[in-house]
Protein backbone atom coordinates (compact mmCIF):
# COMPACT_ATOMS: atom_id res chain seq x y z
CA UNK A 1 0.00 0.00 0.00
CA UNK A 2 1.89 3.20 -1.23
CA UNK A 3 1.51 6.06 1.36
CA UNK A 4 -1.11 8.00 -0.13
CA UNK A 5 -3.43 5.17 1.00
CA UNK A 6 -3.02 5.59 4.27
CA UNK A 7 -5.48 6.75 6.91
CA UNK A 8 -3.94 10.36 8.49
CA UNK A 9 -2.94 8.36 12.08
CA UNK A 10 -1.60 4.73 10.32
CA UNK A 11 0.45 7.88 8.53
CA UNK A 12 1.50 9.46 11.08
CA UNK A 13 2.25 6.50 13.30
CA UNK A 14 4.33 4.95 10.37
CA UNK A 15 6.34 8.55 10.36
CA UNK A 16 6.41 7.92 14.51
CA UNK A 17 8.59 4.80 14.38
CA UNK A 18 11.77 3.16 13.76
CA UNK A 19 11.01 3.16 9.85
CA UNK A 20 13.44 5.53 8.37
CA UNK A 21 10.74 6.47 5.68
CA UNK A 22 8.70 8.43 5.16
CA UNK A 23 10.33 10.92 6.91
CA UNK A 24 10.99 14.97 6.40
CA UNK A 25 10.78 14.90 2.74
CA UNK A 26 7.06 13.09 2.58
CA UNK A 27 6.17 14.91 5.36
CA UNK A 28 7.03 18.41 3.76
CA UNK A 29 5.30 17.02 0.52
CA UNK A 30 2.13 16.46 2.39
CA UNK A 31 2.53 19.86 4.48
CA UNK A 32 2.65 21.36 1.05
CA UNK A 33 -0.50 20.02 -0.61
CA UNK A 34 -2.70 20.60 2.62
CA UNK A 35 -0.90 24.28 2.02
CA UNK A 36 -2.54 24.41 -1.70
CA UNK A 37 -5.54 22.45 -0.16
CA UNK A 38 -6.30 25.58 1.91
CA UNK A 39 -5.50 28.20 -1.04
CA UNK A 40 -7.84 26.43 -3.09
CA UNK A 41 -10.89 25.80 -0.56
CA UNK A 42 -10.72 30.05 -0.79
CA UNK A 43 -11.17 29.58 -4.38
CA UNK A 44 -13.87 27.31 -3.88
CA UNK A 45 -15.84 29.60 -1.14
CA UNK A 46 -14.99 32.72 -3.82
CA UNK A 47 -16.60 31.51 -6.62
CA UNK A 48 -20.51 32.42 -7.27
CA UNK A 49 -19.74 35.56 -4.07
CA UNK A 50 -20.48 39.02 -4.73
CA UNK A 51 -16.84 40.32 -5.39
CA UNK A 52 -16.59 37.60 -8.00
CA UNK A 53 -19.99 38.27 -9.93
CA UNK A 54 -19.18 41.53 -10.57
CA UNK A 55 -15.67 41.53 -11.60
CA UNK A 56 -14.60 41.54 -14.98
CA UNK A 57 -14.08 38.12 -16.92
CA UNK A 58 -10.50 39.02 -17.59
CA UNK A 59 -10.01 38.69 -14.12
CA UNK A 60 -12.64 36.00 -13.55
CA UNK A 61 -10.74 33.83 -15.83
CA UNK A 62 -7.24 34.75 -14.24
CA UNK A 63 -8.69 33.35 -11.06
CA UNK A 64 -10.06 29.93 -12.43
CA UNK A 65 -6.78 29.58 -14.59
CA UNK A 66 -4.74 30.21 -10.65
CA UNK A 67 -7.17 27.57 -9.37
CA UNK A 68 -6.28 25.35 -11.96
CA UNK A 69 -2.84 25.75 -11.48
CA UNK A 70 -3.10 25.04 -8.09
CA UNK A 71 -4.46 21.92 -8.17
CA UNK A 72 -1.55 20.66 -10.41
CA UNK A 73 0.54 22.04 -7.94
CA UNK A 74 -1.15 19.65 -5.57
CA UNK A 75 -0.59 16.81 -7.41
CA UNK A 76 2.72 17.07 -7.91
CA UNK A 77 3.46 17.38 -3.83
CA UNK A 78 0.83 14.85 -3.03
CA UNK A 79 3.21 12.12 -5.95
CA UNK A 80 6.19 13.53 -3.43
CA UNK A 81 4.53 12.07 -0.03
CA UNK A 82 5.25 8.73 -1.55
CA UNK A 83 8.11 9.55 -4.59
CA UNK A 84 10.73 11.38 -1.12
CA UNK A 85 10.31 7.92 0.50
CA UNK A 86 11.07 5.55 -2.20
CA UNK A 87 14.06 8.01 -3.15
CA UNK A 88 15.71 7.79 0.43
CA UNK A 89 15.35 3.53 -0.03
CA UNK A 90 17.09 3.87 -3.04
CA UNK A 91 20.11 5.71 -1.68
CA UNK A 92 19.63 3.73 1.55
CA UNK A 93 20.44 0.39 -0.89
CA UNK A 94 23.15 2.18 -3.18
CA UNK A 95 24.86 3.17 0.18
CA UNK A 96 24.19 -0.79 1.88
CA UNK A 97 25.59 -2.23 -1.76
CA UNK A 98 28.97 0.32 -1.27
CA UNK A 99 28.46 0.98 -5.17
CA UNK A 100 29.79 4.28 -6.21
CA UNK A 101 27.80 4.75 -9.15
CA UNK A 102 24.08 3.83 -7.87
CA UNK A 103 24.61 6.35 -4.72
CA UNK A 104 25.63 8.73 -6.82
CA UNK A 105 22.60 8.27 -9.30
CA UNK A 106 20.19 8.04 -6.23
CA UNK A 107 21.35 10.88 -4.40
CA UNK A 108 20.77 13.41 -7.67
CA UNK A 109 17.57 11.66 -8.46
CA UNK A 110 16.25 12.34 -4.87
CA UNK A 111 17.49 16.25 -4.98
CA UNK A 112 15.28 16.33 -8.48
CA UNK A 113 12.35 14.69 -7.03
CA UNK A 114 13.05 17.15 -4.11
CA UNK A 115 13.63 20.27 -6.74
CA UNK A 116 10.01 19.28 -8.19
CA UNK A 117 8.32 19.82 -5.23
CA UNK A 118 9.83 23.27 -4.37
CA UNK A 119 8.98 24.33 -7.57
CA UNK A 120 5.15 23.65 -7.12
CA UNK A 121 5.56 25.12 -4.24
CA UNK A 122 6.72 28.11 -5.21
CA UNK A 123 4.27 27.89 -7.68
CA UNK A 124 1.85 27.52 -5.85
CA UNK A 125 2.61 30.50 -3.69
CA UNK A 126 2.56 32.30 -6.29
CA UNK A 127 -0.87 31.33 -7.42
CA UNK A 128 -2.29 31.88 -3.97
CA UNK A 129 -0.98 35.34 -3.89
CA UNK A 130 -3.78 36.07 -7.52
CA UNK A 131 -6.39 34.55 -5.43
CA UNK A 132 -6.19 37.32 -2.70
CA UNK A 133 -8.02 40.47 -5.06
CA UNK A 134 -11.38 38.20 -5.59
CA UNK A 135 -10.62 35.91 -2.29
CA UNK A 136 -13.70 35.39 -0.02
CA UNK A 137 -12.29 37.68 2.96
CA UNK A 138 -14.14 35.48 5.27
CA UNK A 139 -11.00 32.89 4.43
CA UNK A 140 -8.23 35.13 3.92
CA UNK A 141 -6.53 33.04 6.98
CA UNK A 142 -6.89 29.85 5.55
CA UNK A 143 -5.04 31.72 2.61
CA UNK A 144 -2.81 32.95 4.71
CA UNK A 145 -2.24 29.26 6.82
CA UNK A 146 -1.68 27.58 3.58
CA UNK A 147 1.03 30.17 2.41
CA UNK A 148 2.93 28.94 6.03
CA UNK A 149 2.42 25.43 5.34
CA UNK A 150 3.80 26.30 1.66
CA UNK A 151 6.61 27.82 2.94
CA UNK A 152 7.73 25.46 5.37
CA UNK A 153 7.28 22.58 2.90
CA UNK A 154 9.84 24.45 0.45
CA UNK A 155 12.14 24.90 4.05
CA UNK A 156 11.99 20.96 4.88
CA UNK A 157 12.90 19.67 1.58
CA UNK A 158 15.95 22.47 1.38
CA UNK A 159 17.24 20.55 4.50
CA UNK A 160 17.34 17.39 2.65
CA UNK A 161 18.59 18.57 -0.99
CA UNK A 162 21.29 20.29 1.11
CA UNK A 163 22.35 17.05 2.84
CA UNK A 164 22.64 15.14 -0.49
CA UNK A 165 24.28 17.74 -2.47
CA UNK A 166 27.12 17.64 -0.06
CA UNK A 167 27.54 13.84 -0.90
CA UNK A 168 27.55 14.48 -4.74
CA UNK A 169 30.78 14.07 -6.32
CA UNK A 170 29.57 16.00 -9.46
CA UNK A 171 30.54 19.62 -8.52
CA UNK A 172 28.60 20.99 -10.89
CA UNK A 173 25.14 19.47 -10.05
CA UNK A 174 26.28 20.27 -6.73
CA UNK A 175 26.52 23.69 -6.78
CA UNK A 176 23.56 24.08 -9.18
CA UNK A 177 21.57 21.93 -6.76
CA UNK A 178 22.47 24.20 -3.61
CA UNK A 179 22.30 27.58 -5.70
CA UNK A 180 18.81 26.62 -6.84
CA UNK A 181 17.95 26.18 -3.05
CA UNK A 182 19.53 28.94 -1.88
CA UNK A 183 17.12 30.87 -4.33
CA UNK A 184 14.30 28.82 -3.76
CA UNK A 185 14.70 29.87 0.09
CA UNK A 186 14.50 33.13 -0.52
CA UNK A 187 11.77 33.51 -2.99
CA UNK A 188 9.39 31.20 -1.00
CA UNK A 189 9.92 33.29 2.14
CA UNK A 190 8.95 36.47 -0.26
CA UNK A 191 6.30 34.99 -1.74
CA UNK A 192 4.71 34.33 1.99
CA UNK A 193 5.66 37.23 3.60
CA UNK A 194 4.17 39.67 0.53
CA UNK A 195 0.65 37.46 0.79
CA UNK A 196 0.60 38.05 4.54
CA UNK A 197 0.99 41.95 3.70
CA UNK A 198 -1.68 42.04 1.54
CA UNK A 199 -3.59 40.46 3.56
CA UNK A 200 -2.85 42.27 6.56
CA UNK A 201 -2.83 45.89 4.90
Request: with cysteine.
Amino acid sequence: MSLVEKNIIDYINEVDSLLPAPGGGSVAALVGALGVALGKMLGHFSIKKKKYNEASQKEKDKFIVSIEKLELCKDVLIRGIDDDALSYDSISKAYKAKDEKAIEQSLITANFISCEMVDAAILALKNLERLISLGNKNLYSDLISGAILLNSCVEMISLNVFANALNIKDETIKNENIDKMNKSLQKSKSLKNKIIKQINN
